[in-house]
């Protein structure tokens, strides 16, 4: 900071070193240390192990055999295929409808603080609760939603018994408990929007449809990158809600990645899960690097 | 914490020892910690509080705790996770056959095999407990068969025989749907339970090729390169697409299918014998309407059942208290243990352990069982007993054809592939 102060141009190499000069570098061992204990040995090791047909009391090393027979699985792909399709539906919802509560929850309502904590709960109560929840209301002949349709003279689908729609069942359940934190993020990103911009659209004669499109959606793009990114690696990883409520059924219906990994661990194929979570790390890394790089590049544009 | 509590169960351990030790000839009396793991099934759970209670008042200076886990592969993942980890219960129930296999016996189980309770366990049960030559558990229940419940109020208002071919099961079911009536309950939200009509079969594939096990187990058979293997699948597939199935087949539970078949909302359950228990806990006024025949094969000479070993009780090999356990079992697998365990949860098939016997007062699913094992009957066991390879997907693609999104010979397929996987994981030759 004191370099910056003083005239001219110190070069690079001097303020990293000044930078990094007031803490000896022994006060990083602990972090470090924690670090590699609980982080580093266990990703290699399991890299390793993966490589294995693993027992858990020995080992015997086979190569890219796990890779091969995962990727193999005749379940697998259709499990890729539901898991982006699962974050790609659950983030989606997550936008639209929790920016939408939020415009709603930050104007001018009758009891807003109760709806706001309203739409919060669902995120506070457990996903298994939650999971166990839905199954009993989305039973096809007692359940509570379809005895409901049938008030109606509607005859309801087999929520989570259907092959076709069980993975969306728990999509909008998901989106039902998650959405509260969407709209957490965006209440917050449409509150720091300077109340000037709206004033001065008011004045150029702005409808509210054009208030809320050329000034509200641009300015709260942080948040919606916020949003996006969360909620679409929490999709791709998403496990607890599905076992809760279809254990990746009917058959392979609604299995992603990390409940076909699950599958394998508790068949006693330890290797092989260990390579499915290696695939499923890669996978994450691969869909949500370049998605945090498009949404910071666009960020930058502002 | 932990270690002082081990240290104490291991001096508790040495006063048993020493205690046997200075006992003499007098039915010696145990004391020490004794710690249990079993399956959650309200007849697994009361007939094992039942042993532990007695066994207790036997000696009481011994103190037991019951633990209680999940079944279905729920439970394989505890079981193997804590074998693995050192952290099993000294005794636990657990699976006979394939699954026995699967767990590591000889690395993670105390052998039994020279115990007296022994001489009385029928040789049948032993050879699916074994491995590397020596024994590993004891009887925890009586045997079972797998096949099919019948209402019996539904078999006689509509004047319908038990079937004895395909052909004819097929007929009732027709039948029974005409009266407006489920002809054949599934209950796919207990995955397991769509198993059924292929695992009962396998009496009907070794009756057309009896060396099947030691082929497919030396991956020279296939289920769906075999006709008579494939038929189990293809029985489920007509069944499905007759639409003999109750409604909410997709959510019904195990429990929810027991009831059924109970009173009455469904003509026909493919279930193991072990449901007899639970029909007689979840509906004991109508235990007496539920009957039980054989999985029909294709020739009417040749029908027999398809049999099951009961779950074992094994010590584990790092137990504390090796003697007290040994004890337990041995107490388990005693004719007294059969009286304690008639009394708790009722009769539910014939008795592994010599000198066992059954009441005289068996309900009817469980006297329609017997012949099939008495002298002249037929039965042969399920594949399991038979082969270490069990895939662990069978109860997903079985729900897949019972809903209709794959067909019998896919799904055939897809199983063989699904063996595979177990069979390397066990290191077979061949594979």
New interface residues.
């Given amino acids: 900071m004191s370099a910056s102060t003083m005239a001219g141009t110190p070069n690079r190499a001097e303020t990293r070193a000044i930078k990094r000069s007031p803490y000896p570098g022994w006060f990083f061992t602990p972090a470090a240390i924690i670090y590699s204990v609980l982080f580093l040995v266990p990703t290699f090791a399991s890299l390793y192990f993966s490589l294995t047909r693993w027992t858990l009391f020995d080992s015997e090393f086979i190569g890219l055999e796990n890779f091969a027979q995962f990727l193999r699985e005749p379940f697998l792909i259709k499990g890729l295929v539901n898991t982006v399709i699962y974050a790609a539906v659950t983030s989606g919802l997550k936008v639209v409808v929790g920016l939408l509560l939020a415009v709603m929850l930050t104007s001018q309502i009758v009891g807003r603080g109760y709806l706001r904590s309203v739409i919060f709960f669902p995120v506070l109560v457990s996903t298994v609760g939650v999971g166990i929840t839905f199954t009993v209301l989305m039973h096809p002949t007692q359940g509570m939603i379809n005895e409901t349709l049938a008030l109606f003279g509607i005859a309801g689908p087999g929520w989570l018994t259907d092959p076709n729609l069980a993975l969306y069942s728990v999509a909008l359940v998901d989106v039902w408990k998650g959405v509260g934190l969407a709209t957490v993020i965006y209440i917050a990103g449409l509150v720091a929007i300077p109340q000037d911009y709206y004033e001065a659209a008011r004045i150029d004669g702005a409808t509210p449809w054009q208030n809320f499109w050329y000034v509200t959606l641009p300015l709260c793009r942080p948040a919606t990158s916020t949003v996006i990114t969360l909620s679409f690696i929490g999709g791709l990883r998403t496990f607890d809600l599905i076992w809760a409520m279809t254990k990746g059924g009917p058959g392979f219906a609604s299995d992603t990645i990390a409940s076909v990994i699950y599958k394998q661990y508790q068949a006693g194929f330890y290797g092989l899960s260990t390579a499915g979570n290696v695939v499923l790390f890669i996978l994450i890394a691969l869909l949500v690097v370049p998605l945090t790089m498009f949404l910071n590049r666009k960020q930058g544009h502002e | 914490m932990t270690k002082t509590k081990t240290k104490l169960i291991a001096l508790m351990g040495a006063s048993t020892l020493g205690m046997l030790m200075t006992a003499s000839a007098v039915q010696a009396q145990q004391s020490g910690y004794l710690s249990i793991l079993v399956d959650n099934g309200p007849q697994s759970i009361a007939t094992m509080e039942a042993w532990a209670e007695a066994y207790k008042a036997m000696n009481p200076d011994v103190t037991i705790d019951i633990e209680v886990r999940p079944g279905g592969?729920?439970g394989?993942?505890i079981v193997?996770?804590r074998l693995?980890?050192g952290a099993m219960a000294d005794v636990f129930s657990y699976n006979s056959g394939s699954l026995f296999q699967?767990i590591?016996p000889t690395?993670n189980l105390l052998p039994l095999t020279n115990e007296a309770f022994q001489d009385g366990v029928q040789d049948s049960f032993k050879s699916v407990v074994s491995a590397g030559g020596e024994v590993y558990g004891a009887p925890f229940a009586p045997a079972m068969g797998g096949g099919i419940f019948y209402n019996k109020p539904i078999y006689e208002e509509l004047g319908l025989e038990i079937p004895t071919t395909w052909d004819e099961f097929m007929a009732n079911n027709e039948a029974i749907k005409e009266a407006g009536k489920v002809a054949v309950i599934q209950t796919?939200a207990d995955?397991w339970t769509s198993q059924l009509f292929v695992l009962s079969d396998f009496y009907n594939v070794l009756a057309e090729e009896p060396d099947f096990a030691e082929k497919f187990t030396a991956n020279e058979a296939k289920f769906a390169a075999t006709p008579a293997a494939l038929r189990g699948f293809e029985k489920l597939q007509e069944v499905a697409e007759a639409g003999y199935f109750n409604?909410?087949?997709?959510?019904a539970t195990y429990a929810d299918g027991v009831r059924m078949i109970a009173m009455g909302e469904g003509a026909h359950y493919p279930m193991l014998t072990f449901a007899v228990g639970a029909i007689a806990e979840t509906a004991p006024d109508y235990l007496d309407d539920v009957g039980f025949f054989a999985q029909p094969g294709d020739s009417a000479e040749n029908n027999g059942l398809t049999t099951w070993m009961p779950d074992s009780v094994y010590v584990a090999a790092n137990t504390a208290s090796p003697d007290l356990a040994k004890d337990f079992v041995a107490f388990i697998a005693s004719p007294e243990g059969c009286d304690i365990r008639n009394e708790a949860v009722g009769a539910t098939g014939p008795y592994m352990v010599a000198g066992c016997e059954l009441p005289a007062d068996v309900p009817p699913s469980v006297s329609d069982m017997l012949p099939y094992f008495q002298e002249g009957g037929q039965n042969a066991p399920a594949l399991e007993f038979l082969s270490p390879v069990k895939g662990?997907?069978l109860e997903?693609?079985l729900?897949?054809v019972g809903?209709g999104?794959?067909d019998a010979a896919s799904a055939a397929a897809?199983y063989d592939?699904d063996v595979r996987?177990?069979a390397?994981?066990l290191?077979l030759e061949g594979w």
């Fill in positions: 592969g729920e394989d993942n193997k996770t693995a980890t699967a590591n690395q796919y995955t409604a909410d087949f997709g959510a662990p997907a997903q693609i729900v897949e809903t999104s794959r897809l592939e996987k177990q390397q994981q290191g």
